[in-house]
């Protein structure tokens, strides 16, 4: 095989992998023979697709394969033979066939919110409904997915496990919920496409900071969203982070890949579409009826970051405000942590360095290097030299990001 073809085989696989895995979930009704149907189809798009060409429609080949690896498996398999009747699987064969072979984005497209709203199931608590989502059916690497709820890979993996048992036992069925429950699983469905945002927006590993593709994924989710579910307050208040966090995208990174802080950025930079569409968005949130939005909120301080002509006239002693209504509203380390940061832009950093303290005294946040590399650029303010350079040695040492770690290295020299 050519480098050239491997090389547009692999980019098939990493930008169609989640929506195949989706779909194949949907169609089986099991993760794990839906993750074994989706390693086949891969390795027969390998093998075939050099000799015979790449197929109009990629997606749909995967599926097709897939699900034709996995009904030859479980025909393979007594156990399996046992526990799933032939008939049910020819009659999903047949169904989906007619799906499989419609080229419409509209089939296959939603599939991975679909088997969002389902992950999100009242049978599992909160975090095992995102965490499952964010790996299985959005493709977030186990570690992405401890970094979001600041745990050991270990803990997440396990806790993984038990999340897959509990709703393949629960029987829950592989379908979006109807309608009129949608609104009961917005919150974990919003906490995902949260999740699957932040990590493009910063990588949990690797040499680059933002992973376009999936910040693209999540703001096509939240669109998709705010149709199912025009005027939610929750969806257009984390649709307006997104773009106005995403606007600045290409001001966050220099030539040579290494991170350009807030501060330092050339706003001219700036997607200003993008902004005018997250202010809209913005503003329809905060006054939409019923409780205000955690993601409202923050999409607030953004836009007040985004309209600030530069750094000077950056308004923080309404972001400091803004963050205290958020910490009323979800008293997170990590919500704490930037509120201490836009604290030391007002009172100093004195304030702030007591407030870090005090959250990490509280231990849950011990490995999170970005806790570490506040109270490092803290103490840095306050000449504390040495205790300062520590506080980066142990940002250092718990960053997996190689711009990050880039930085951090580059503010120890400096020191």
């Known amino acids: 095989m050519s480098a050239s073809a491997s090389g547009k085989i692999e980019d098939v696989f990493r930008r169609e992998a989640g929506r195949v895995l989706a779909t194949l979930i949907r169609l089986l009704g099991d993760f794990d023979l839906a993750e074994e149907a989706q390693q086949d189809a891969f390795a027969a798009a390998m093998e075939q697709w050099p000799a015979q060409g790449m197929p109009d429609n990629p997606r749909a080949w995967l599926i097709s394969a897939g699900r034709n690896k996995a009904i030859d498996r479980i025909r393979r398999d007594v156990f399996f033979r046992e526990r799933i009747f032939d008939r049910e699987l020819a009659a999903a064969q047949v169904d989906a066939a007619a799906e499989i072979d419609e080229s419409d984005e509209a089939i296959f497209g939603d599939d991975r919110l679909r088997l969002i709203f389902t992950c999100c199931h009242p049978a599992l608590n909160e975090e095992a409904q995102i ?116 606007a600045r995208r290409s001001s966050r990174v220099s030539d040579a890949g290494d991170v350009v802080l807030l501060d330092d950025q050339d706003r001219s930079q700036w997607d200003r579409n993008e902004i005018s569409e997250g202010l809209a968005l913005v503003d329809r949130s905060l006054t939409a009826r019923g409780q205000v939005s955690t993601y409202a909120v923050q999409a607030a301080i953004a836009a007040l970051h985004v309209r600030a002509r530069d750094k000077q006239a950056t308004d923080w002693p309404q972001i400091v405000g803004l963050y205290e209504v958020l910490l009323r509203l979800q008293p997170t380390p990590v919500i704490e942590l930037n509120h201490a940061v836009a604290v030391s832009m007002v009172d100093g950093a004195a304030r702030a360095l007591n407030l870090v303290d005090s959250l990490a005294a509280r231990g849950r946040v011990t490995q999170y290097h970005l806790l570490h590399a506040a109270r490092g650029r803290f103490l840095q303010q306050l000449g504390c030299r040495e205790e300062a350079r520590e506080a980066y040695g142990k940002a250092l040492e718990t960053a997996t990001l190689e711009p990050e770690r880039r930085f951090l290295a580059a503010r120890i020299a400096a020191i």
């Open 131 to 246: 965490a499952l989502t964010l790996r299985e059916v959005c493709g977030l690497s186990t570690q992405a997915v401890a970094r979001a709820f600041l745990v050991g890979e270990e803990t997440m993996a396990q806790r993984l496990v038990r999340a897959k048992r509990k709703i393949r036992d629960a029987g829950i069925p592989y379908e979006t919920p109807d309608p009129s429950v949608l609104d009961q699983r917005i919150d974990g469905v919003l906490a995902v496409v949260y999740g699957v945002f932040t990590e493009g927006y910063a990588a949990t590993t690797g040499t680059q900071l933002i992973d376009v593709e999936l910040c693209a994924e999540a703001i096509r989710l939240g669109k998709l969203l705010d149709t199912l579910l025009p005027d939610n307050a929750g969806v257009m208040g984390l649709l307006a982070l997104m773009l106005l966090h995403d």
